[in-house]
């Protein structure tokens, strides 16, 4: 895995009755370490926090009027593609390296939001996106799972998926909530791992779409929580093989001035050769005034 040039940060700006947009700044993820050329005086006046500004935004988007909520993912082996996805199903591109944004295929009948749940499983798996709805509907149905697959084609399209075995015919979409997806995870280049209560863990196969059973153990605090992946006050984003890091704190004042923090810290050996410890690097303090900071990616 190399090394991340950037970070992805979305802030929503709301001026009433014009409608909202969604901005996506991107940061050079570079600037948040010290170099070896930094002597230790300039680390130690640096480790202070930075005041900055966003640069300029790389995109811009329209949510729905009616539902005026979008949700963005990053994947490609490189990290510099986006999607965005709004209630409806509705998708959009952007290419970061081309600096290019495109039309997807409507995901239909999906729903991205739901109100038991407020967010479904996103997740990047090498060059392909795995969604999948928190709830899956009955195993006839074609728009609980979905994967947006790189087939090196002129165009990336949405393929539909079977929901896990453990979904069955008779199930029903509403009432019963058994069948929900407790967490989530990426395993090896090519697996997606689902959780649901009761049911056990399995495994997807993002090659063949085809599931095995891994156990009926329920995963909870050990992967990514589904609904945690809503927008939260802390992000921690690996930068990647180097063991760098970013924390992102965000802060929501409703009566005042928002302002996003970004941290770098790398993980390195202890001096002895032993054990791992933390290093702090740079803050960056952006502030953004009555804009909503949402997510880093």
């Known amino acids: 895995m190399m090394s991340r040039a950037f970070l992805y940060m979305v802030v929503e700006r709301c001026r009433p009755?014009?409608?909202?947009?969604?901005?996506?700044?991107?940061?050079?993820?570079?600037?948040?370490?010290?170099?070896?050329?930094?002597?230790?005086?300039?680390?130690?006046?640096?480790?202070?926090?930075?005041?900055?500004?966003?640069?300029?935004?790389?995109?811009?988007?329209?949510?729905?009027?009616?539902?005026?909520?979008?949700?963005?993912v990053l994947f490609g082996r490189n990290?510099?593609?986006?999607?965005?996805?709004?209630?409806?199903?509705?998708?959009?591109?952007?290419?970061?390296?081309?600096?290019?944004?495109?039309?997807?295929?409507?995901?239909?009948?999906?729903?991205?939001?739901?109100?038991?749940?407020?967010?479904?499983?996103?997740?990047?798996?090498?060059?392909?996106?795995?969604v999948m709805n928190n709830l899956p509907l009955c195993y006839s149905s074609s728009t609980s799972v979905r994967a947006l697959i790189n087939n090196r084609e002129p165009h990336m399209l949405w393929q539909s998926i079977p929901p896990p075995p453990y979904v069955k015919p008779e199930d029903e979409p509403a009432g019963s909530f058994q069948n929900t997806a407790e967490a989530y995870t990426v395993v090896g280049e090519s697996q997606v791992w689902v959780s649901a209560e009761s049911c056990g863990t399995y495994s997807l196969d993002m090659k063949n779409f085809w599931y095995d059973h891994e156990g009926n153990e329920t995963r909870r605090g050990e992967w990514s929580k589904v609904w945690d992946q809503a927008p939260i006050d802390?992000?921690?984003?690996?930068?990647?093989?180097?063991?760098?890091?970013?924390?992102?704190?965000?802060?929501?004042?409703?009566?005042?001035?928002?302002?996003?923090?970004?941290?770098?810290?790398?993980?390195?050996?202890?001096?002895?050769?032993?054990?791992?410890?933390?290093?702090?690097?740079?803050?960056?303090?952006?502030?953004?005034?009555?804009?909503?900071?949402?997510?880093?990616?």
Not at 114 to 123: D, E, G, K, Y
Request: net charge positive; proline share 6%.
């Open 17 to 72: 009755p014009v409608q909202p947009v969604y901005m996506v700044h991107r940061i050079n993820a570079s600037r948040l370490f010290f170099s070896d050329k930094d002597d230790q005086r300039l680390q130690a006046v640096e480790a202070a926090e930075i005041k900055a500004r966003l640069p300029r935004p790389a995109l811009s988007l329209f949510p729905s009027v009616n539902f005026p909520i979008m949700d963005f």
């Open 79 to 130: 990290k510099d593609k986006m999607v965005a996805m709004d209630y409806h199903g509705r998708t959009v591109l952007y290419d970061d390296a081309l600096r290019a944004v495109s039309a997807l295929p409507s995901m239909k009948e999906f729903k991205f939001y739901n109100i038991t749940h407020p967010m479904s499983a996103a997740l990047p798996v090498g060059d392909d996106l795995f």
């Open 234 to 297: 802390s992000f921690l984003v690996h930068l990647g093989a180097s063991g760098r890091f970013c924390i992102a704190k965000f802060s929501h004042n409703w009566r005042g001035p928002k302002a996003a923090m970004l941290t770098g810290v790398e993980v390195t050996h202890c001096s002895d050769g032993e054990g791992l410890r933390l290093v702090k690097h740079k803050t960056y303090r952006y502030g953004l005034g009555e804009d909503d900071p949402i997510c880093i990616l």
